[in-house]
């Protein structure tokens, strides 16, 4: 009896230990998927620790039978040399026994499967917002979509959506496969070149999300982060209704030369709305400084980080697509100057 309880108590101090765990690695880690804050990644995190644990009775079953038939003690006068498996049927049981609960795991396993995948393929309600996401060599692009033209805009690397409203996202890709993941807000979707596969994520409470490229997509696909900022629906709000605004336009001399080296150095490869920089093969730029990152979340954007970047980019994230344009001192300072007025 005494046994029993010990056993059970280790058990519960084990089970304790692992919530302990994957608090502490959910803490340390921004990538983790063993927590869940929003309702898609709430039946995945279910699914994950069935069959974890369910791999777990497995193999520890398995090495138990294996070792049971290894140290079995023989009975007196048995040979010690393998013999060839009996036919009789006490033996047939065992194989018969072993094959049924196989087949029965791993069928109960796919059936709890595709249950999840049904259940999380759509929201509880219709999603308000359609938000167009591409990967690109190793930036994402985010097109904010709507049936008025008018409230279309885009941004990159950094997706803001309303607490507790499901939102859908369409991923398409401008070069090679890549893969959208936010674990603690939906598991990975595939963007492929080509075609436009769709996915939702819903957050809980408000916070910042972070999300990587899951699909190896070259030099810096390790390098491909992204984040959702999840927030109160009045401050969702103002932020769409800033980054619909074009810019305050530059007023003072500094940055008036600043908008002009922008213009000249810049802007066949980025947007600012409201000015004649209209590129489009980067991220664009109109409200920069209300982005956390800069290069996909390589590095923080703050004017001495964005100063290195523009100084030489491939130093910071070498392979990237931006290239390092020789500039003067005062274009660099310019530019900077420029860049970090635009909120
Ligand atoms: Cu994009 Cu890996």
């Given amino acids: 009896m005494r046994d ?15 919530e302990l765990a994957s608090q502490c690695a959910a803490a340390a880690s921004p990538l983790s998927y063993l927590t869940s804050s929003g309702p898609k990644a709430d039946s995945t995190l279910g699914l994950t620790w069935g069959l ?3 791999s777990i009775v497995v193999v520890v079953a398995m090495s138990a039978l294996v070792l049971w038939a290894v140290f079995r003690s023989r009975a007196p006068g048995e040979s010690s040399a393998p013999s060839m498996p009996s036919h ?41 917002l359609t938000i167009e996401v591409t990967g ?20 990159a690397n950094e997706i803001h959506v309303p607490v507790g409203e499901p939102v859908r996202v369409k991923l398409r890709s401008d070069d090679v496969i890549h893969s959208f993941w936010i674990p603690a807000l939906a598991g990975k979707t595939d963007l492929i070149p080509g075609q436009v596969n769709t996915t939702w994520l819903e957050a809980r409470k408000a916070g910042t999300y972070i999300g990587t490229c899951a699909e190896y997509c070259g ?19 103002a932020w769409r209704d800033n980054q619909l605004k074009a810019p305050a336009p530059a007023t003072s001399d500094d940055l008036k030369v600043g908008a002009a080296a922008f213009s000249r150095r810049c802007a066949a490869c980025h947007t600012v709305l409201g000015t004649t920089a209209g590129g489009i093969l980067g991220p664009n730029l109109s409200h920069l400084m209300t982005r956390e ?5 390589e590095i923080p954007n703050d004017e001495g980080d964005l100063a290195g970047w523009i100084a030489d980019p491939q130093q910071i994230k070498p392979g990237t697509q931006m290239p390092k344009i020789e500039l003067t001192g005062d274009e660099l300072q310019a530019i900077t100057t420029y860049l970090i007025s635009l909120k």
């Fill in 4 to 18: 029993k309880r010990r056993l059970a108590a280790r058990a519960i101090l084990a089970l304790a230990g692992v």
């Fill in 52 to 54: 974890l644990i369910i």
């Fill in 88 to 128: 009789e049927p006490s033996s047939f049981n065992i194989f018969g026994w072993g094959l049924a609960t196989t087949i029965l795991i791993l069928v109960g396993c796919v059936a709890w499967t595709m249950v999840t995948l049904a259940a999380i393929d759509q929201p509880a309600k219709t999603p308000a």
């Fill in 136 to 155: 690109n060599q190793w930036w994402w692009q985010v097109r904010y979509l709507s049936d008025e033209p008018a409230k279309t805009f885009v941004t």
């Fill in 219 to 237: 030099l810096q696909h390790a390098h491909m982060g992204i984040r959702v900022v999840a927030e109160a629906a009045d401050k969702f709000e």
């Fill in 293 to 297: 990152t800069l290069a996909a979340g």
